[in-house]
């Protein structure tokens, strides 16, 4: 079984600075990592993943993310936040040996204050 | 252009009513995915679909009922809706030969049950 906890469901930057949109997961196996991104009515966009290899994943939009086993994150960063960034924030998990069932937290809204 | 489309964008329904949300893609995937979104608890899968003429059960399927005749569509029914049913409904797919671990989404349907 696998779990998703995203710390914080609101968080609130200013513009230009620092995002980071925590991530914990609980997996029995090996996990593939997703962020998805969703702006207001609109559907889940793929921001970037994690399967193997290479543990910092860069994504779309300059958002880059860490898969860490030892903490069992996946932390979502971007150095400098810009308006467009205002969206609801999905983090999920798979099991590779489960096919792609996604099992996703429970989202985080970001706000960028001007 | 490729993707997938849903329908109704929205819909009001009375308690016992059923109601069909309609889910077609383009892509020729193999899977596909209903799920639900919830403030708070993120995307919940209902049922899911990995080829044509099957169909398995999520993490949240009673009240709902899916069918998968053909490659491109995958109809999600409720037989008789209640208010604990509202919630915004996304279709997904994936070609989970090519590319099993990533999913598009379709831009969802938002369901009110009065």
């Known amino acids: 079984a696998q779990s998703v906890t995203q710390l914080g469901s609101h968080v609130s930057v200013s513009e230009g600075a620092l995002v980071l949109l925590r991530c914990n997961y609980s997996?029995?196996?090996?996990?593939?990592l997703f962020w998805y991104v969703q702006y207001p009515n609109q559907g889940l966009q793929l921001l970037l993943k994690?399967?193997?290899?290479?543990?910092l994943v860069k994504g779309i939009n300059g958002f880059e993310a860490e898969f860490k086993k030892s903490e069992t994150s996946f932390h979502l960063t971007k150095p400098s936040a810009h308006m467009s960034d205002a969206a609801e924030y999905f983090c999920a998990v798979s099991a590779r040996r489960a096919g792609n069932m996604l099992t996703f937290g429970g989202g985080t809204r970001l706000m960028v204050k001007p | 252009i490729a993707g997938i489309t849903q329908a109704p964008t929205s819909q009001i329904l009375a308690a016992g009513r059923r109601m069909t949300l309609r889910c077609t893609q383009d892509m020729r995937h193999n899977a596909m995915y209903w799920y639900r979104q919830d403030l708070g608890l993120g995307l919940r899968l209902i049922h899911y679909s990995n080829t044509a003429g099957t169909t398995g059960k999520g993490e949240v399927p009673d009240g709902y009922s899916v069918s998968r005749a053909n490659t491109d569509d995958f109809p999600l029914t409720l037989a008789s809706a209640v208010p604990s049913q509202t919630s915004v409904y996304f279709c997904?797919?994936?070609?989970?030969?090519?590319?099993?671990?990533?999913?598009?989404f379709g831009p969802g349907t938002r369901l009110t049950v009065l």
């Open positions: 997996s029995s196996v090996p996990p593939y």
């Open positions: 994690y399967t193997t290899g290479a543990t």
């Open positions: 997904a797919s994936s070609d989970t030969l090519a590319a099993p671990d990533t999913q598009y």
